[in-house]
């Protein structure tokens, strides 16, 4: 027993000491202090945690240690940047950052949700080919072809579901009932039969609410094993299952290889874009019924009906903030009424609308963090560093967390970030800095679904103006705020309206 605590004790002392030796070789690098040589700065990034204020914690740090500091997960040294130069850096450099596959995001206690080569996740060859054929769809030029569909369907969702919902007037969770509205908007899009909207809107809502891990919590395995969610876990295996029957049926329909899809059939697509994906690795044509093709095509799904979450997040963060600014809804419900949305173009007059809602998305964007992996080149421009800091002792990858929150809030680029004020967008206001606002992100994996996604929510906005008035009903105890601990927008909280027709 005594031999096995001194080897226990050597071998501890030694792997405390390379620590220290390799943190050495690090200290040329702005690094906020460290809680202890094992832990790193989780301690503070918890206790932050436990207060809502992870996100802050950085906002504090760049203030302090600039635009670029080292921070210890643990034992691991991780970048933080907010500096636009590198970002932008990151966004066009897909050879030496390279997105991580297993995030908190797409996986749940082993059940994949949008798996590792979904639009949003797949990587190389795979994320190339799948984004060049699903391209065409969220085109900016396709825009048009979906306005007729789309306002038809959000005609119909929002004067019957709506109505219905409302009756003479009522105080309502605006997320439920935005939810159903985008659901059954996006599920036009060639995906008719595939579930109900109110079974979309409720699954990606508690899918989303389900996601707890991030990069700190899930470095403690025991506490991963404790808080596991089982019912987010049988949630995912019902709906992909649900799923399956739906694309399975499709498949038999429609010949990726000799039908062009029509360009409002999302799934049609969808199909095309991974037989050709999986050529691309294998060199060979896939059957209809290869289970590989059907569990990516369900991984896409699984993407849109998160993202499609994302839309009723966004506008519900969107009245959040007009709360706080009663004459900016005022003066945006009266542009939105007078202007009647009879085609795309009319969108464009909507001026000081598309002001709020780029507004909103800086102060509570879809994704309020993201991370790359940097393969740490061996010679070159770049040999052994990143940004210009020497990366002694690091031998290969290095983790790089950015955010999208920090960017927003940050005064150098933004005076009074935390004010909601749409005026920052007038026509007359120079553009922001690149890089400084990256709410779809940018550069080869910007978010290809931008553009659907503006049109969708300045189109639901002109829909509910012109048939309802909206009063928010926040208590001053209980007042909605964006979760500071988890990537994708998630908002604590109800977004309680007051709705009435007009």
Same mark, same amino acid.
């Given at each position: 027993?005594?031999?096995?605590?001194?080897?226990?004790?050597?071998?501890?002392?030694?792997?405390?000491?390379?620590?220290?030796?390799?943190?050495?070789?690090?200290?040329?690098?702005?690094?906020?202090?460290?809680?202890?040589?094992?832990?790193?700065?989780?301690?503070?990034?918890?206790?932050?945690?436990?207060?809502?204020?992870?996100?802050?914690?950085?906002?504090?740090?760049?203030?302090?240690?600039?635009?670029?500091?080292?921070? *210890?997960? !643990?034992?691991?040294?991780? @970048?933080?940047?907010? &500096?636009?130069?590198?970002?932008?850096? =990151?966004?066009?450099?897909? %050879?030496?950052?390279?997105?991580?596959?297993?995030?908190?995001?797409?996986?749940?206690?082993?059940?994949?949700?949008?798996?590792?080569?979904?639009?949003?996740?797949?990587?190389?060859?795979?994320?190339?080919?799948?984004?060049?054929?699903?391209?065409?769809?969220?085109?900016?030029?396709?825009?048009?072809?979906?306005?007729?569909?789309?306002?038809?369907?959000?005609?119909?969702?929002?004067?019957?579901?709506?109505?219905?919902?409302?009756?003479?007037?009522?105080?309502?969770?605006?997320?439920?009932?935005?939810?159903?509205? *985008?659901? !059954?908007?996006?599920?036009? @899009?060639?995906?008719? &039969?595939?579930?109900?909207?109110?079974? =979309?809107?409720?699954?990606? %809502?508690?899918?989303?609410?389900?996601?707890?891990?991030?990069?700190?919590?899930?470095?403690?395995?025991?506490?991963?094993?404790?808080?596991?969610?089982?019912?987010?876990?049988?949630?995912?295996?019902?709906?992909?299952?649900?799923?399956?029957?739906?694309?399975?049926?499709?498949?038999?329909?429609?010949?990726?290889?000799?039908?062009?899809?029509?360009?409002?059939?999302?799934?049609?697509?969808?199909?095309?874009?991974?037989?050709?994906?999986?050529?691309?690795?294998?060199?060979?044509?896939?059957?209809?019924?290869?289970?590989?093709?059907?569990?990516?095509?369900?991984?896409?799904?699984?993407?849109?009906?998160?993202?499609?979450?994302?839309?009723?997040?966004?506008?519900?963060?969107?009245?959040?903030?007009?709360?706080?600014?009663?004459?900016?809804?005022?003066?945006?419900?009266?542009?939105?009424?007078?202007?009647?949305?009879?085609?795309?173009?009319?969108?464009?007059?909507?001026?000081?609308?598309?002001?709020?809602?780029?507004?909103?998305?800086?102060?509570?964007?879809?994704?309020?963090?993201?991370?790359?992996?940097?393969?740490?080149?061996?010679?070159?421009?770049?040999?052994?560093?990143?940004?210009?800091?020497?990366?002694?002792?690091?031998?290969?990858?290095?983790?790089?967390?950015?955010?999208?929150?920090?960017?927003?809030?940050?005064?150098?680029?933004?005076?009074?970030?935390?004010?909601?004020?749409?005026?920052?967008?007038?026509?007359?206001?120079?553009?922001?800095?690149?890089?400084?606002?990256?709410?779809?992100?940018?550069?080869?994996?910007?978010?290809?679904?931008?553009?659907?996604?503006?049109?969708?929510?300045?189109?639901?906005?002109?829909?509910?103006?012109?048939?309802?008035?909206?009063?928010?009903?926040?208590?001053?105890?209980?007042?909605?705020?964006?979760?500071?601990?988890?990537?994708?927008?998630?908002?604590?909280?109800?977004?309680?309206?007051?709705?009435?027709?007009?």
């Amino acid at each position: 027993l005594l031999v096995a605590l001194l080897a226990l004790g050597c071998y501890a002392t030694k792997h405390l000491a390379g620590i220290h030796i390799r943190n050495r070789k690090l200290a040329h690098i702005p690094t906020p202090p460290s809680d202890n040589l094992l832990q790193g700065h989780i301690p503070t990034l918890n206790r932050a945690k436990k207060i809502n204020k992870f996100l802050d914690v950085f906002i504090e740090w760049t203030a302090h240690y600039g635009a670029t500091f080292l921070i *210890f997960v !643990g034992k691991n040294p991780m @970048f933080f940047t907010s &500096d636009p130069a590198i970002l932008a850096w =990151i966004s066009s450099d897909l %050879n030496h950052f390279w997105k991580a596959q297993n995030l908190p995001n797409r996986q749940i206690d082993g059940q994949i949700i949008t798996g590792y080569n979904s639009v949003l996740s797949a990587r190389g060859i795979q994320w190339a080919t799948k984004r060049r054929a699903l391209s065409r769809f969220f085109a900016k030029t396709n825009t048009a072809n979906l306005f007729d569909m789309s306002k038809e369907n959000l005609n119909g969702y929002i004067l019957n579901y709506w109505k219905v919902a409302v009756g003479k007037g009522k105080q309502l969770d605006l997320h439920d009932l935005l939810g159903v509205t *985008f659901a !059954g908007t996006i599920r036009t @899009f060639g995906l008719q &039969d595939l579930l109900t909207p109110e079974i =979309i809107a409720d699954s990606a %809502n508690k899918l989303l609410q389900g996601i707890k891990r991030d990069e700190v919590a899930s470095l403690n395995f025991f506490q991963a094993l404790v808080t596991k969610k089982k019912t987010v876990s049988d949630l995912v295996k019902r709906t992909r299952r649900e799923i399956r029957d739906v694309v399975k049926r499709k498949l038999n329909e429609f010949d990726s290889e000799r039908d062009e899809p029509a360009k409002d059939n999302l799934l049609e697509y969808l199909i095309q874009a991974n037989h050709q994906m999986l050529f691309a690795i294998s060199g060979k044509s896939r059957s209809p019924d290869d289970n590989e093709v059907i569990e990516n095509i369900i991984n896409d799904i699984m993407t849109i009906m998160l993202v499609t979450d994302n839309l009723t997040k966004q506008l519900c963060a969107l009245f959040m903030f007009l709360d706080t600014n009663p004459a900016a809804q005022e003066r945006m419900f009266t542009e939105l009424r007078e202007v009647e949305t009879r085609n795309l173009g009319d969108l464009t007059k909507l001026v000081y609308t598309e002001q709020c809602l780029l507004e909103a998305m800086r102060m509570g964007p879809a994704l309020t963090r993201g991370t790359r992996f940097y393969r740490v080149p061996k010679d070159g421009e770049h040999a052994d560093n990143f940004a210009g800091f020497k990366l002694d002792g690091v031998k290969s990858n290095i983790k790089i967390l950015f955010s999208q929150y920090v960017q927003h809030m940050n005064p150098k680029y933004w005076p009074n970030p935390e004010t909601f004020n749409p005026y920052r967008w007038a026509p007359n206001k120079p553009p922001p800095v690149q890089f400084s606002y990256i709410p779809f992100w940018a550069g080869p994996r910007t978010c290809l679904a931008k553009h659907v996604s503006m049109m969708l929510m300045k189109l639901t906005l002109s829909m509910i103006a012109a048939n309802f008035e909206v009063t928010q009903d926040f208590g001053k105890e209980d007042r909605p705020r964006l979760d500071q601990n988890i990537a994708p927008l998630k908002i604590l909280g109800v977004v309680k309206c007051f709705i009435r027709p007009r």
